[in-house]
Structures are given as C-alpha cells and as structure tokens.
C-alpha cells in the first residue's frame, strides 16, 4: 500500500519539486497551498490519482488542521508531513515594519507549528508513527545579511524541530528538517532583486552575493532539496530525529 504525505506550500518552486519527487518515490501527496489556481495547476501535472490539491493558510491553525484531515479522509492514511510554506522578505533592520514581523513569523513558524500539531494528532488518531519534516534555511544555520526576519524565523524553526524530536520520540514520529541554500526559485529571485536594489546594484549583483561562497560553484536546483527531502521521508533515515540536513551546495561547514 502506498504511503501518504502532505507538502504545504507545494504549488511551485521547492514544495513543488518535494511533490513530484515523493510521487516518484510511490507516495500519494497531499498539495497544501493557499493559491488554489496555483495548487490545482500542480496536481494536473503531476498526477490526479497520485495527488490531491487542499487550499489553506499555514498560518491558521484551524485550515491547517482541517486541510490534513482532508487529505486523511481522501487517501486514507498520512505518514510523512513536510512543513515546506514560508515567506523571504528582505529586511534592513531599519526597515523592518510590525506587519512583516508579524506575517513573516506567523506562516514560517506558525506554518511548521500548526502542521506538526496536526501530523500528532492524525498520527495518533491512525494508530501509528510517522515522520515530519520541516524547512528551514541556510540562512538558520549561519546569519544571512539583511535577512534579520527571515533568518530569525528560520533559526527559530531548527529550535522547534529538536524540541519536538524529543517531544514525539515516544510516539514513535521523528521530526528533522532540510536548511536549502541559493535554490533557482521564485521566492530566491525576489530576495536576490532586493539585496540588489538596496544596495543600488542590479538583480546578478543579489544573487552573486548569495552564490560567491558555494563550493560546488552552481546554484542549487529545486530538485537537489527534494532529494533530501527523499531521503529524510525514506526508511533509511529511520533512525535519524532532531537533525537539519545542510543543502546548500557547501556554502558553509559544519
């Protein structure tokens, strides 16, 4: 029997590409995003047996929790949730509005909150385990410049993923996360065009200053982050819990 997944923030770039991966792997996926144009265009292309399209805001406890249990009542099941949706401003700190703080926090930790509580309880509800697996960043790792939002939202969510390794070991759900690096996405772009505007340089110069330290000498691929993501869905990762796996082309070491 096939194993399910959901993967919020899945109708485009990272969240995507983890889909199209984790159905190439033999899952049936869950597409969670709160675009539905966006998300019903991912599902026709992927698979619309293999795939079900669900329309929230991560940031909302109750769509959140409600989205999972559709997904349930479609496929029958749920094992791996990958908490994928997240937001990139590009914040000086002399910049930085109580909007943007507030919105920024809510979707990339409220998003990887609200999707752990509901994997618990849909884990426990089905009488078993699972995985769940979060995003953060590179700029979690190592502080990012002019990222002082973003990056705290990120570091915040390796915190949160250790805790909750701990936290759910007993119910036999381990919870790692994926920290990508200078991805080809939308979302990297529009970082890259305003690093570039705020220093008065052009989009290249934003996304060199991102790039100029990655040992591997490229930018990542979408597709290099679902293959981590693969693994951590996988039974090889089994005994794996509490770790963020650096997918950043060697921009840093650790």
């Given at each position: 029997m096939s194993k399910v997944a959901i993967v919020t923030g899945a109708g485009q770039g990272i969240g995507f590409a983890i889909a199209k991966r984790l159905v190439q792997d033999g899952?049936?996926?869950?597409?969670?995003?709160?675009?539905?144009?966006?998300?019903?265009?991912?599902?026709?292309?992927?698979?619309?047996?293999?795939?079900?399209?669900?329309?929230?805001?991560?940031?909302?406890?109750?769509?959140?929790?409600?989205?999972?249990?559709?997904?349930?009542?479609?496929?029958?099941?749920?094992?791996?949730?990958?908490?994928?949706?997240?937001v990139a401003p590009t914040t000086p700190l002399d910049t930085i509005t109580e909007e943007q703080f507030t919105r920024t926090f809510a979707i990339n930790v409220g998003g990887v909150i609200w999707g752990s509580q509901a994997a618990q309880a849909q884990f426990k509800a089905l009488g078993h385990g699972g995985k769940i697996i979060n995003a953060t960043s590179q700029a979690g790792v190592v502080g990012n410049p002019n990222l002082t939002v973003y990056g705290g939202t990120k570091f915040a969510v390796r915190g949160i993923t250790q805790t909750l390794a701990r936290d759910l070991a007993d119910s036999g759900i381990t919870v790692n996360a994926y920290a990508p690096g200078i991805v080809k996405t939308p979302m990297m772009f529009d970082i890259a065009h305003?690093?570039?505007?705020?220093?008065?340089?052009?989009?290249?110069?934003?996304?060199?200053?991102?790039?100029?330290?990655?040992?591997?000498?490229?930018?990542?691929?979408?597709?290099?982050?679902?293959?981590?993501?693969?693994?951590?869905?996988?039974p090889d990762s089994d005994y794996i819990t509490g770790q963020t796996i650096i997918v950043d082309g060697g921009m840093q070491f650790h």
């Open positions: 899952f049936k996926v869950g597409l969670l995003d709160y675009n539905a144009e966006t998300v019903e265009k991912a599902v026709a292309e992927l698979s619309a047996t293999k795939t079900f399209a669900v329309v929230a805001d991560v940031s909302k406890q109750a769509e959140v929790a409600t989205a999972f249990q559709k997904v349930v009542d479609h496929f029958g099941d749920l094992n791996v949730v990958v908490n994928n949706a997240g305003e690093v570039g505007k705020n220093a008065g340089k052009d989009d290249e110069w934003g996304m060199q200053t991102f790039a100029k330290d990655i040992t591997l000498k490229r930018l990542s691929e979408p597709e290099d982050v679902a293959a981590a993501v693969s693994f951590l869905a996988g």
